[in-house]
C-alpha cells in the first residue's frame, strides 16, 4: 500500500506539471489511468483482509465436518470453562495483608464479633476462612484450627471446580484430530485399492483431510493449554494466600485469648 501511495503521488505530481502541456483528451486519459490504478489496489488490498478468514472456513470445511466439528465443539466448551473459571479466580483474589490487618485491628478494638464483621463484608476464599475460624474461636485454638484447615479444604475445592474439563478437551483434541488422520490414510489407500493404480490425484483428497484435521486439533490444544496453565497458576496463588492467611489467624487468635 506504501508503494502504491508513492505511485500514486508521483502520478498526480506529474499531472499536474504537465496539465499545461496536455491536450484535454489526454488530460482525461490520464485521468482514467490513475482512477483505474487506485480501484485495482483497492480490490487487492479487499481480497488481502479477507483472504485469511476465507482460507480458514475453506480448510475446515475440506477437513470434514465430522471430526472438524467435534475439534471446534471441544474448542468453544473448552474455552467457555476457561473464561468461566478466569472470571471467578480473579474475583476470589484478595488483598490478604490489608484483610489480616483489619481483623486485626477488629479483634482489638471490638472483639471477635467485630473482626467477623469484617469479613462478612469482604469476599473471596481467604475472608470465608477467616470467618470460620473466628466462629469457633470461643470453643478453643485446637476446633478453630480443625475449622480453618476443614474450611479451607472446601474453598480449595470450590478453586479447582471444572479445571478438569479443560485437561479432558486438551487431551480429547489432539486425539480426534490423529484419528481424523488415520481415517484419512484408510481412505486414501481405500481409492488405491479400488482404481488398482498409484494415482497422486486419488491419494491427495484422503491425505489432506488427515493433515487438516491433525493441524486444527493441535491447535485446540495449544490454546486451552495456555488459558490452563495460567488457572493453575492462579490458583496456586490463592491456595498458598489461603496458607499464609490461616497461620496468621491461628496466631492473632492465640495473642487475643492470651491477652483474655
Known amino acids: 500500500m506504501a508503494l502504491a501511495a508513492m505511485v500514486f503521488v508521483g502520478t498526480l505530481n506529474a499531472n ?4 499545461q502541456t496536455l491536450p484535454t483528451s489526454s488530460q482525461a ?3 482514467a489511468a490513475t482512477v483505474s490504478f487506485i480501484q485495482d489496489e483497492t480490490a487487492t488490498a479487499d481480497v488481502a483482509d479477507k483472504g485469511f478468514h476465507q482460507e480458514l472456513k475453506e480448510r475446515f470445511v475440506e477437513g470434514g465436518p465430522g471430526f472438524m466439528g467435534v475439534v471446534l465443539l471441544c474448542l468453544i466448551l473448552g474455552l467457555a470453562i476457561a473464561i468461566e473459571r478466569i472470571i471467578y479466580l480473579n474475583l476470589s483474589t484478595t488483598n ?7 481483623v486485626q485491628d477488629a ?6 464479633d467485630a473482626a467477623k464483621e469484617v469479613c462478612r463484608n469482604t469476599k473471596g476464599p481467604v475472608a470465608s476462612i477467616y470467618y470460620q475460624g473466628l466462629d469457633r474461636a470461643d470453643e478453643g485454638i485446637d476446633l ?21 474439563w479443560i485437561s479432558l478437551f486438551i487431551a480429547i483434541a489432539p486425539m480426534l484430530g490423529f484419528m481424523g488422520t488415520v481415517i484419512g490414510m484408510i481412505t486414501a489407500f481405500d481409492k488405491i485399492q479400488a482404481a488398482g493404480d498409484m494415482n497422486p490425484s486419488l491419494v491427495a483428497g484422503g491425505i489432506k483431510v488427515a493433515l487438516l484435521t491433525t493441524v486444527f486439533g493441535l491447535i485446540v490444544a495449544i490454546i486451552l493449554q ?5 488457572i493453575i497458576a492462579k490458583i496456586d496463588s490463592i ?3 489461603m496458607e499464609d492467611a490461616s497461620i496468621t489467624l491461628i496466631d ?3 495473642d487475643y485469648n492470651s491477652k483474655k
Do not use: C, P, W
Open 16 to 19: 499536474a506539471s504537465t496539465a
Open 29 to 31: 486519459l490520464v485521468a
Open 96 to 102: 490478604t495483608q490489608k484483610l489480616a490487618q483489619d
Open 107 to 112: 479483634l482489638n478494638s471490638g472483639g471477635i
Open 144 to 164: 478453630a484450627e480443625k475449622a480453618v484447615v476443614a474450611y479451607g479444604g472446601v474453598q480449595m475445592g470450590q478453586l479447582e471446580k471444572n479445571v478438569s
Open 226 to 230: 495456555i488459558f490452563y496453565n495460567y
Open 239 to 241: 491456595v498458598n494466600s
Open 252 to 254: 492473632m487468635l492465640f
